[in-house]
């Protein structure tokens, strides 16, 4: 079994990674035109790529595959943009040219309009979604029951309860990333292309008087061939095939990093059960996705649980250290909770198998925060688990937990939340803090559209990205609130000093400096000092030659910050700063106070002061690590598994988008007609030729014999 | 395009040099000895107008686009210029090896003539011409588009290949005529030759009006076939003979192994 982890595929890593012999060729002609000649390559002259594009990709997990696939050499179609769903007629059976191309504006991305093509998908080339800068009234192409066969509610745990069948989660979730299509969806933004695409289709493309179009049509060529097939165990299985020395990949598990920190810092060599531990586990989940690849802020459904939890971690950090609470607090952030909860599973079974620094019973209770940005007032709702609270002291501690006069309707089950995997373990105590009672506020859950204009993440105008960047908005105070309680609410479950409870503030300036990092722009002087120099842009890539394949972070759902940015953030903001040099800070064993296996060490690049240009960079001690988080099932091999997530994404070599015209098939073939007429006409003129050459070119030859 | 372009482009602008080569050259191999060198030969000269290009465009203001076009005819001058200089520099080369070849071979006389050479200096000329001009294009004729979408004319493969096979053709005939005109010292029609290679140059910026550089250019084509058919030996009479089929004992009477 690999324990190292898989790049994605290579164009994230390596760049353009198609090596065909004529792409080679013609780069070579453009080595010509790198010298700036003006260089009126034939090829400007036919193709026009499309540069901002955004693909779907293919998704497998044990028994299906979801998502989009093109074939080999691409899909071609003739555009065709939809205006209503009765339009849908041209493409699917009037239109004289198929297939086609169907592009589409948003409001017309919908279930019905999507799968009437995938039933007809033989006229149909592919999909291109215009993405608009306004967000629809609501879109969610998630599942109505988010991760349903991996929470803690089957046919044993809570029957009535399993499926939704009580509470429907996401009501308006159309499910369309998680069905399949064989053609490619790509997703193209309203800008400049956009406006050339329609401005082709309206010169070539449209039908005058009721009469076909004529050619040349306006054409699209969507490149995005999948490799994987099936299921996870088929690629998986093709990935074991050794033909060679660098082996053909066809997909990777979706997996990357957890991140935890705790207040008192654990040894990091020692697993398994501690004597006498009693921890509060306060969770927080850090992924999204979309529809398309990679697109997704996830905004109310992911930053805004992990800024509030990273705010309530800086909140406890002084109080902790003067009061130390009685039990610890470990704050836990789950990475691909969306792909069935392949963090917290990850976390779970390293605790169940001795591979964490805690176990399971060394929990005393789980503090999860859920979506909490939508909260009209100041409303938000406490979850719990009706099943795993009828054992009576199960019961007690969740109503210890319970900070204020909130209290969870005893007959709905948890939301989709990683407490569900910690009570698929054991039962332990957890609530799961959010903004809806029952139904989800998103209206834009796992979708593209889920980013700040959801939050209503606005600034003044007249603000320059730094100004911005330190703006307090009304999001940021009202989340700033909610950390507030969070972090009080931690500090008395971990049976701190009550005295001192109501001297616990989260700090309203690094909620909106994170909202703004993770929402707005990532680049901005607050990250940027918080990190580590060289990992500033990091591609989160190195490329083993041979062998070995690629070790990275596979990045799915991810902002463009690389994945360790939370690490950083988690270790600024509860840990220290040392007065440790860089190389110190490196090897920090060496000196008699620090310990590699209690902390981390980090080495950041601190703020630029005003009178100098140097940045002020320091080392940082914090009790933050970084634990893998692969589903189980890649660890055991399992790779149908009915209990962990078996996700997997497929690789591809290139991605790409290009539109030209086409031209009819009569003038192909009447091409080909003169062309093969031109050939048998010069070989036939060629041979009467040559035979009669003595005869023709003769005049200089023995004039004297002609017999005539 | 596609496939059916790509195929129906190559035929057009390599069929009779194919052709040629099928039924006149590729059996003998002297004569494909000196069809690859004067292919090399062209090369050279295309090598010297390319660096010229180079350094001027270079040292050139690329915004301006007067400039830049008329850089473009200074490139297609010289170019001109140098692949008639290399195929005189061909031609002394080859009377001088004529010579040497004579003193080695056993034969009295030449194993090829100079006017075969001609020909097929010419061909070689015409094969490496044919194939800069084309194969870029038929490289991009194979895929799924065609040209168009910036409003360029749709029929550009189409024309390329014919322009193309005139000049493959115009060549192998001005290789003809320029030899023969050499041999006689006639520096009037080696100027002709030279004065109608400059006029179908410049008619190709007439593109994209195909037209009016096709039609030119093929009475042009006919018009050197003409001449270099006569000089090279034919007449009227002949090509009569031929046609009506009346040559049989003729041939018979003079047949000789070539």
Not at chain 1, 85 to 106: H, I, R
Not at chain 1, 335 to 357: A, H, L, P
Request: hydrophobic share 40%; with cysteine; proline share 5%.
């Amino acid at each position: 079994m690999k324990s190292h982890w898989m790049c994605s595929n290579m164009v994230r890593c390596l760049g353009d990674g198609n090596t065909s012999l004529q792409k080679l060729a013609t780069s070579i002609v453009f080595f010509f035109c790198l010298s700036d000649v003006s260089c009126n390559s034939v090829e400007q002259k036919i193709y026009v790529e499309l540069n901002n594009t955004v693909p779907c990709v293919r998704l497998l997990n044990a028994t299906h595959q979801i998502g989009c696939q093109s074939s080999i050499s691409g899909d071609t179609g003739v555009i065709h943009v939809l205006e209503s769903e009765e339009d849908l007629e041209w493409p699917l059976s009037k239109g004289p040219n198929p297939p086609y191309m169907v592009l589409l504006e948003s409001s017309l991305f919908t279930r019905s309009i999507m799968m009437k093509m995938k039933n007809e998908s033989n006229r149909v080339a592919g999909v291109a979604v215009v993405v608009p800068n306004t967000s629809p009234p609501e879109f969610s192409p998630h599942t109505t029951c988010p991760n349903e066969n991996t929470g803690v509610y089957s046919d044993n745990y809570g029957p009535n309860l399993a499926h939704c069948n009580t509470t429907v989660w996401n009501p308006r979730g159309n499910g369309l990333s998680y069905e399949e299509f064989d053609f490619p969806v790509f997703s193209l933004k309203e800008d400049n292309e956009t406006e050339f695409i329609k401005q082709c289709y309206l010169d070539h493309n449209r039908a005058v008087n009721g009469s076909a179009p004529q050619y040349p049509l306006c054409a699209m060529q969507l490149f995005s061939h999948m490799h994987a097939v099936t299921n996870t165990p088929t690629c998986m299985r093709r990935n074991d095939i050794n033909f060679s020395i660098n082996p053909e990949m066809v997909c990777d598990p979706l997996g990357d990093y957890n991140v935890w920190g705790s207040i008192r810092p654990y040894n990091d060599t020692v697993f398994g059960h501690k004597e006498n531990e009693s921890v509060v586990i306060a969770a927080a989940r850090l992924d999204s996705r979309a529809f398309f690849w990679e697109v997704s802020t996830g905004a109310e459904g992911s930053v805004s649980g992990f800024v509030t939890l990273l705010a309530a971690a800086q909140a406890l950090r002084e109080v902790t250290h003067e009061a130390p609470p009685t039990r610890n607090i470990l704050f836990a952030f789950f990475q691909g909770e969306t792909f069935d909860y392949i963090g917290s599973s990850r976390m779970v079974y390293d605790m169940e198998n001795g591979k964490f620094v805690i176990d399971l019973d060394n929990i005393h209770s789980v503090l999860e925060i859920g979506q909490v940005a939508l909260h009209s007032g100041n409303n938000l709702f406490l979850h719990s688990d009706p099943v795993s609270r009828r054992n009576n002291t199960v019961n007690d501690v969740v109503r210890e937990e319970l900070f204020s006069s909130f209290f969870p309707n005893v007959s709905q089950p948890l939301p989709p939340s990683s407490l569900q995997r910690f009570l698929r373990a054991q039962p332990i105590p957890g609530i799961v803090l959010a903004d809806h009672e029952s139904a989800f506020n998103n209206r834009y859950y796992e979708s593209f559209y889920d980013n700040a204009a959801n939050l209503n993440l606005t600034y003044p105008s007249d603000l320059s990205p730094e100004e911005q960047l330190e703006f307090v908005t009304h999001t940021a105070e009202s989340l700033t609130d909610v950390a507030t309680v969070v972090a009080r609410a931690l500090y008395k479950q971990a049976g701190g000093d009550e005295s001192r409870v109501n001297t616990i503030k989260a700090d309203p300036k690094i909620v909106t400096q994170m909202l703004y990092g993770f929402l707005v722009s990532s680049n901005n002087s607050w990250f940027q000092a918080v990190m580590a120099p060289e990992l500033k842009n990091i591609l989160t890539c190195v490329h083993v030659l041979g062998y070995l394949g690629l070790h990275c972070f596979v990045f799915f759902c991810l902002l463009e910050p690389s994945p360790p940015e939370y690490y950083y953030l988690l270790a600024n903001l509860t840990g220290a700063a040392t007065n440790l040099t860089q190389s110190q800070c490196q090897k920090p064993d060496e000196l008699p106070n620090e310990s590699r296996q209690m902390y981390s060490y980090l080495w950041v690049q601190g703020i630029v002061p005003p009178n100098s240009t140097e940045r002020d960079s320091f080392c940082v001690r914090a009790s933050v690590r970084l634990t893998k988080a692969v589903s189980p099932a890649f660890e055991l091999g399992e790779y149908a598994s009915k209990d962990y997530s078996t996700w997997t994404e497929s690789r591809w070599k290139f991605i790409k988008a290009r539109i030209f015209l086409v031209a009819s098939r009569d003038l192909e073939m009447l091409t080909l007609g003169v062309g093969v007429a031109v050939l048998f006409t010069s070989l036939l003129v060629t041979y009467f030729i040559s035979t009669k050459a003595d005869v023709l070119f003769s005049s200089t030859r023995e004039p004297a014999s002609a017999a005539y | 395009m596609t496939a059916s372009v790509f195929f129906g482009c190559t035929f057009i602008a390599f069929g009779p040099a194919i052709a040629l080569f099928l039924f006149t050259i590729a059996r003998d191999p002297l004569r494909v000895i000196f069809l690859i060198a004067g292919a090399f030969f062209w090369l050279c000269s295309l090598l010297l107008s390319s660096l010229v290009w180079f350094i001027t465009v270079q040292i050139s203001n690329k915004e301006s686009s007067s400039q830049q076009k008329g850089l473009l005819i200074f490139g297609v001058v010289l170019s001109v210029l140098l692949q008639e200089t290399c195929r005189f520099g061909y031609y002394k080369l080859l009377k001088k090896a004529n010579e040497g070849l004579l003193m080695l071979s056993a034969e009295e006389t030449m194993p090829i003539s100079i006017r075969q050479l001609a020909y097929v200096s010419g061909l070689g000329f015409g094969f490496m011409s044919g194939a800069f001009s084309m194969v870029n294009i038929l490289a991009d004729s194979v895929g799924p588009g065609t040209i168009g979408i910036h409003g360029d004319s749709q029929h550009y493969f189409l024309s390329s290949a014919f322009m193309t096979m005139a000049i493959i053709l115009l060549h192998m005939f001005w290789g003809v005529v320029f030899f023969d005109s050499c041999e006689k010292q006639h520096w009037w029609s080696l100027a002709v030759v030279v004065i109608s290679h400059l006029l179908v140059s410049c008619l190709t910026f007439q593109n994209p009006q195909y037209v009016g550089s096709l039609v030119p250019t093929y009475i042009i084509v006919f018009l050197v076939g003409l001449w270099a058919f006569f000089c090279s030996g034919g007449s009227l009479r002949n090509l009569k003979l031929c046609l009506t089929c009346k040559d049989k004992d003729f041939l018979l009477a003079n047949h000789r192994p070539r």
